[in-house]
């Protein structure tokens, strides 16, 4: 498993705190999330969860109305010349930042192709933008190099595309040229932020095998920010899912897959349709998610919960040890707690699609 | 407070644990019996624009300014041609050209009838009241060439002034807006055909307007009205219509159409309270266009008739006697340029407050 | 709840062409030649990626778009070309809609009471102000939401609740037949769950028909009885949900059937999708015609593809 993997990024105990017109929202609360070089990280969570600011506080591209961070991101990457250094992002300033990782060593994709791309700048001259600001590469190298991206990103007549503009190409190939962007300049780590939401269902499943792929021929560190668990069986190696600001569970796809603890967890994996099953009714969480201006004490989740305890509303649940790899934020896994089993319909559900994999797995 | 821009995320102010911290016993850790309360969906909502801090910030300093001299402006042209006894016609010849005397600063040395006169023998101070025994004469603004008193021309042509340019903007903010909204909504050749009127009627010169109006008609207010009417609607046409264009598309128009509501139910009950921002503030800023305007007209002779008076008919006159009694245009000078410049910051504040709220929404 | 399919059906729509003339050279075709028919009381699933013209047809069903070709009856009555004014009537209050951007679809200068209640405003269904406030806060419990918040202003609802709002407006005029254009694409997950619960209740207390739009797959097995698969503007494979998703046909449904994310990690990692091509796998949609493979279920093609696939 994890033996000698290097940890390369390293989140612990992240604040963040936004102020606006109606008050201060502690949007972060308490995150610690690992990276091993290679490995896939699915951050998985609704709107409002605070996964998509975590990663722009490890990007350091956070919006201006940020009025007080604590904790440590500390990212260790290499030199050109080999040497290894460990820095800490969050006490870096921002023109550092945009010098040294920004696009360089941590790059970033999208959400919306549609506004990722300048819509006056011509795709070639996109792609080599970042690779001459960063490495001062002449034009020509910078050309041929980015024509090699688009070859990698498997779009079809590169060189016919380095001249075209955005809105000469369709969703899914937008969305390729922006992760050769991305590439450009050999980042170690892929920072994804619901890169497929806004596109079809067959071009999702695409961009997602091109992602795989070339984080394996790449050896590059992924994060993949998502709210779909389908996307997440399909790519992640470790998954953190997220609730109100702070990660209620994690561990690796598998455990979270087969033997989920979290009552969250469980309402997600549950709200998804089951397509093998005739189901009479969806069971769904109830509620909404949590407006983050006004905090509660104890548990954020507990008035959606059907299986609250009363010291929910007393004071929030630390991070339970289950295994090695798998932790959760629940009282429910305090020993003195009463024992809680799954829902039977989705305690069903994971018996078989149990079975279907080791049935697949005999198979291969 | 924010941390400073580019400045490093740590080590600014450090975040506190908002609540006690608090060690659980063994009794809390049971079931919580929630089946009622968890099927209402909890109370999310944002907080109601109508009792926090967001209200507060509609009050910026350009609006307070702005409004608070409009008022004062408005409260003077009601009352201040009743303050004195004089009106605003009556001749005194033997008291033309008066320098301003105000009892209350007399004593100062300031405003007590003194006038520095230059003739070729040299600068005189001179003082008529003095030289024709006149006591208990005051003219707080002064008297002019056919002995009016300032004073009170000066707040009766605000008012003038005022009446017009308010009403004319009134007028049209409603023709302008209507012919902008009809013509925005319906599109095809009602747009086409309704744009190229509006273009012709754009490229009369307003001068031009005027002047054949005088022909027909008498000169007077009512005539200003007209020629103002006649060409100022085409600014609000043309926002109100932008607007329109944005917003005719957008899904709660189509859902009103699902639901089978008129054409013009739907522009002027679903359209338009969405756009009262941006038209109001187009109301603002067109007000001190249309008082700069009618003071125009009436600088070059267009304008109300003498004996009547408006803001810019008393600038006129004052003109002609600038180089030997300047302080006979100061007045209206000053109330003009502070009636408008007040407008123009009432405007501005309006908009920075409703672009706040936009953004919110 | 089963759905009788001897009756005779609520919506027939035959031969639907809807063409956009967008400049004096180029059309674009969103819509060929469509028919399908909806009964009393059932869901159909009508699914397809962006560029389908799924939308497109929900719209024109409307008439938000007048149809290019191609009749569209509703109980028995012509809606596709001129209306007289008892059948406008009849398509405005037995016909709604629900749009995709819930805060879009909701005037943001008026009350939620108000917007609901347009309906009955616009058409003077109630006697008096009380009778229709009364009606307004009847809706507001049937679909999950407080009554006190009647004069809330639409952004004080979250996006769930907003969407709810939008269900709770069409469902006051006591529809036959609601659209529900892409109504869960901008929610979460769980807040999708319970609109959805939502509308099935819904069907269940009332018999309303939906003709469910999306590109989300799991969702429409889940709520649809019937699903009909667009592409390009065509009708290419219509049948139940059991039968489309457990017999898929056409190349292309099998492709859009693969491609669906399944949440079983070790299943997931290593299955191989389906591709499909239009532009090379030579089919031509404009070919074809409907073949019947069993029940319910149709697949457009020609003869010669039809003995190929099966």
Redesign the interface.
């Known amino acids: 498993m994890a033996e000698e993997k290097e940890t390369i990024l390293r989140i612990r105990d992240l604040?963040?705190?936004f102020?606006s017109?109606?008050?201060s929202i502690?949007a972060i609360q308490g995150v610690d999330l690992d990276l091993a070089k290679g490995e896939t990280v699915a951050l998985v969570g609704?709107?409002g969860s605070g996964k998509s600011v975590t990663m722009k506080?490890v990007m350091?591209i956070?919006a201006?109305?940020?009025?007080?961070?604590?904790?440590?991101i500390e990212f260790r990457y290499h030199h050109e010349d080999g040497r290894t250094e460990t820095v800490?992002i969050?006490?870096?300033?921002?023109?550092w930042i945009r010098r040294n990782i920004n696009g360089k060593r941590i790059a970033m994709v999208f959400q919306d192709p549609m506004t990722s791309l300048d819509p006056t700048m011509s795709i070639g001259k996109q792609i080599m933008e970042g690779m001459i600001w960063h490495f001062k590469i002449p034009k020509q190298e910078a050309w041929n190099r980015a024509v090699e991206l688009l070859k990698e990103v498997e779009m079809e007549e590169p060189r016919k595309r380095m001249k075209q503009y955005p809105h000469q190409l369709s969703?899914g190939q937008r969305q390729r040229v922006v992760i050769a962007i991305a590439l450009a300049c050999n980042p170690e780590i892929l920072i994804c932020d619901e890169p497929t939401t806004a596109l079809?269902?067959?071009?999702?499943?695409?961009i997602?095998?091109l992602i795989k792929r070339i984080q394996k021929e790449r050896q590059l560190s992924v994060v993949y920010i998502t709210?779909?668990?389908?996307?997440?069986?399909?790519i992640?190696d470790y998954v953190n899912v997220m609730y109100a600001g702070k990660i209620v569970e994690k561990g690796t796809?598998?455990e979270i897959?087969y033997d989920p603890r979290h009552p969250y967890t469980w309402?997600?994996?549950s709200?998804?349709?089951d397509?093998d099953a005739?189901?009479e009714?969806?069971?769904?969480?109830?509620?909404?998610?949590?407006?983050l201006?006004y905090?509660r004490?104890g548990d954020a989740f507990?008035?959606?919960?059907?299986?609250?305890?009363?010291?929910?509303?007393?004071?929030k649940p630390p991070m339970f040890r289950i295994t090695d790899t798998h932790f959760a934020a629940t009282?429910l896994l305090?020993p003195?707690?009463?024992k809680?089993e799954m829902p039977k319909q989705l305690r069903l559900r994971l018996n078989r699609?149990k079975k279907?994999?080791e049935e697949?797995?005999g198979k291969? | 407070m924010k941390i400073k821009k580019n400045a490093p995320l740590t080590g600014a102010l450090q975040v506190t644990a908002p609540f006690p911290a608090y060690e659980p016993v063994d009794s809390d850790f049971r079931l919580k019996d929630n089946s009622r309360e968890i099927g209402r969906d909890i109370d999310w909502s944002a907080p109601d624009f109508r009792h926090n801090g967001a209200k507060r910030r509609v009050w910026n300093a350009s609006a307070v300014i702005g409004l608070a001299v409009i008022i004062l402006i408005a409260v003077m042209a009601v009352a201040g041609p009743g303050m004195n006894a004089y009106t605003y016609s009556e001749q005194f010849l033997s008291q033309k050209n008066f320098a301003p005397r105000i009892k209350a600063l007399e004593r100062f040395g300031i405003f007590n009838g003194d006038e520095t006169i230059q003739t070729a023998a040299g600068i005189h101070v001179v003082n008529q009241y003095k030289e024709k025994n006149l006591e208990n004469v005051y003219y707080w603004f002064g008297s002019d060439n056919f002995g009016r008193d300032i004073w009170t021309r000066t707040w009766l042509g605000t008012q003038v002034s005022l009446i017009i340019a308010v009403a004319a903007t009134i007028i049209d903010m409603g023709i302008g807006m209507s012919y902008g909204l009809v013509c925005g909504y319906f599109g095809g050749w009602v747009d086409m055909i309704m744009q190229r009127i509006l273009e012709i009627a754009n490229g009369i010169p307003r001068l031009v307007v005027v002047t054949l109006l005088l022909l027909v008609l008498q000169p007077g207010i009512l005539t200003i009205l007209i020629a103002l009417i006649l060409t100022e609607w085409i600014g609000m046409s043309r926002i109100a219509r932008a607007k329109m264009l944005e917003l005719k598309e957008r899904e709660f128009v189509l859902a009103s159409r699902t639901l089978g509501a008129g054409n013009f139910f739907i522009i002027f009950r679903e359209i338009l309270p969405n756009m009262i921002g941006p038209i109001l503030t187009q109301v603002m800023f067109s007000i001190p266009a249309a008082i700069f305007m009618e003071a125009f007209l009436s600088f070059i002779g267009l304008g109300v008739p003498v004996p009547q008076c408006s803001l810019g008919s008393l600038i006129s006159e004052g003109f002609n006697s600038f180089t030997t009694h300047p302080y006979q245009i100061i007045p209206p000078l000053v109330v003009m340029s502070l009636l408008m410049l007040s407008f123009n910051l009432a405007a501005d504040g309006l908009r920075k407050a409703l672009d706040k709220r936009q953004l919110k929404m | 709840m089963p759905v009788n399919y001897n009756q005779p059906p609520l919506l027939k729509v035959e031969g639907l062409r809807q063409y956009f003339r967008v400049c004096a050279s180029c059309t674009v075709k969103a819509v060929e030649d469509v028919s399908f028919e909806i009964y009393p009381g059932e869901t159909y699933g009508l699914v397809g990626e962006s560029g389908s013209g799924k939308s497109t047809i929900g719209r024109s069903i409307i008439r938000l778009y007048t149809p290019t070709d191609g009749r569209i009856c509703f109980h028995g009555m012509d809606i596709s070309r001129r209306m007289n004014p008892d059948t406008k009537t009849s398509l405005h209050t037995q016909i709604q809609m629900i749009f995709q951007d819930p805060k879009a679809s909701l005037n943001p200068r008026k009350i939620a009471g108000d917007i609901i209640g347009e309906g009955l405003d616009i058409h003077h269904s109630c006697k008096s102000r009380a009778e229709r406030d009364a009606k307004v806060k009847e809706i507001f419990v049937k679909v999950g939401l407080a009554p006190e918040h009647v004069s809330r202003y639409p952004h004080e609802f979250s996006g769930g609740q907003q969407q709810r709002l939008c269900i709770a407006r069409a469902l006051i005029m006591n529809p036959k037949l609601i659209i529900a254009d892409e109504c869960t694409s901008a929610l979460d997950v769980s807040i999708q769950a319970q609109v959805v619960n939502l509308m099935k209740d819904i069907q269940e207390e009332t018999g309303t028909a939906y003709l469910f739009i999306t590109h989300n797959l799991s969702i429409v097995k889940y709520i649809s009885h019937r699903i009909g698969v667009l592409h390009l503007g065509y009708l290419l494979e219509t049948g139940t949900a059991e039968e489309i998703f457990g017999h898929p046909i056409h190349p292309y449904t099998k492709s859009l059937l693969s491609a669906i994310p399944v949440p079983n990690p070790a299943v997931e990692k290593n299955r191989i999708l389906e591709c499909y091509n239009y532009k090379t796998s030579g089919i031509d949609y404009s070919k074809g015609s409907y073949h019947l493979v069993e029940g319910m279920h149709y697949v457009k093609c020609t003869d010669d593809e039809f003995y190929k696939w099966n």
């Not at chain 1, 201006?64 to 440590?72: E, F, H, L």
């Not at chain 1, 969050?90 to 023109?95: G, R, T, W």
């Not at chain 1, 079809?200 to 695409?206: G, L, P, R, S, W």
């Not at chain 1, 709210?227 to 399909?234: I, P, S």
């Open positions: 604040h963040i705190t102020c017109l109606d008050g502690h609704e709107s506080a350091g956070l201006n109305n940020v009025s007080a961070g604590k904790g440590t800490d969050l006490k870096q300033d921002k023109k969703g079809d269902v067959t071009i999702q499943a695409k997602i095998e709210h779909d668990f389908g996307v997440v069986a399909k992640a796809t598998d897959f309402g997600l994996l709200a998804m349709p397509l005739r189901e009714r969806l069971s769904t969480i109830p509620g909404s998610p949590p407006n201006l905090e004490a507990a008035p959606r919960n059907p299986y609250a305890l009363v010291v929910d509303d007393k004071v009282w305090d003195r707690a009463p809680v699609m279907e994999a697949h797995a291969l």
